[in-house]
């Protein structure tokens, strides 16, 4: 079977600069175009992430608010433990569990994140790792996997309606710690500034950078095509029954996530310019 010839390029630049320069207007015109299409996504879903960070702090009041309700405010978790000594005394509390329950959410990965953020701050979990290993490996940091906090979490896991087994329960807790970072508004600060390092709104060429990520993730963690009940909140909690919580309700409702057509769109376009090959030449070169 005969081979076909590879397509010879008509131009060979060295260096960035060169191969930018040697690329036709028409090219340049487009590239731009799609890379403003690009820009405009990002500010988009960074826009969406706002909005659901305003709503997961009201559905946290609105849960603090049931919690009150139930167990009565003298009865009621205090504050998130800032300090190992609060969180010790929090792991000590004999009703821990139960006042933990108005935090159970639709499945076990949600109530170990929302567990863990309710008895401490973004800072004392960045504090932990849950074999104490750091990122080299080395024990750099306390273990939670060896807290009284995390032995009474597995060990009630049942009331908590955690039915999976310790093994999942764990890779839970392990990915809340790792995401411990995102607490807080801690994403949009971290967003805010991977773009202005990347320098994301200045011309489309000069940007740098990475949408991959952007155009591969469709639909935020967590969201389904399926329509929420105006009566409670995506975490299983009912708060139809809380003053103001209707219109709250309402609101995570109207939520406009981004289109799952997106990523479809962005191909297709990227389809019409010119040549595959030579562009693939041009940016391993």
């Known amino acids: 079977m005969e081979v076909p010839p590879v397509p010879v390029l008509t131009f060979t630049p060295t260096s960035p600069a060169q191969q930018c320069g040697a690329l036709p207007e028409e090219w340049k015109e487009r590239i731009n175009s799609k890379l403003e299409d690009l820009l405009r996504t990002y500010k988009a879903m960074e826009n969406h992430i706002d909005r659901l960070d305003r709503l997961d702090k009201l559905l946290s009041k609105l849960i603090s608010m049931t919690e009150s309700k139930y167990l009565g405010a003298s009865e009621a978790l ?3 433990a800032n300090t190992m000594t609060e969180l010790d005394n929090m792991a000590k509390d004999p009703n821990l569990i139960q006042k933990l329950k108005p935090y159970i959410g639709s499945n076990s990965k949600m109530t170990v994140r929302r567990l863990l953020k309710r008895c401490m701050t973004r800072d004392l979990a960045l504090h932990f ?4 290993f750091g990122e080299k490996r080395t024990v750099t940091k306390p273990a939670f996997g060896n807290h009284l906090l995390c032995t009474r979490i597995l060990g009630d896991a049942a009331a908590l309606q955690m039915n999976d087994t310790r093994q999942v329960l764990i890779s839970h807790i392990q990915a809340a ?3 411990a970072r995102d ?3 801690g994403r949009k600060l971290r967003l805010d500034a991977a773009a202005n390092l990347s320098g994301v709104g200045s011309s489309p060429l000069s940007a740098t950078v990475s949408t991959a990520g952007v155009i591969s993730c469709t639909s935020l963690a967590g969201s ?15 708060i139809s029954d809380i003053e103001g919580a209707d219109d709250a309700a309402e609101t995570l409702a109207k939520v ?27 940016s391993e070169s």
Do not use: H, M
């Open 78 to 80: 205090q504050a998130p």
């Open 129 to 132: 790792s849950f074999t104490g």
């Open 177 to 179: 710690l790792r995401g």
């Open 183 to 185: 607490w807080d508004g």
């Open 224 to 238: 389904t095509d399926a329509p929420r009940s105006p009566d409670s909140s995506p975490y299983g909690v009912f």
């Open 256 to 282: 406009e996530l981004p289109s799952p057509s997106a990523s479809e769109r962005y191909q297709n376009k990227c389809s019409s310019i010119g040549d595959g090959n030579v562009l693939n030449d041009s």
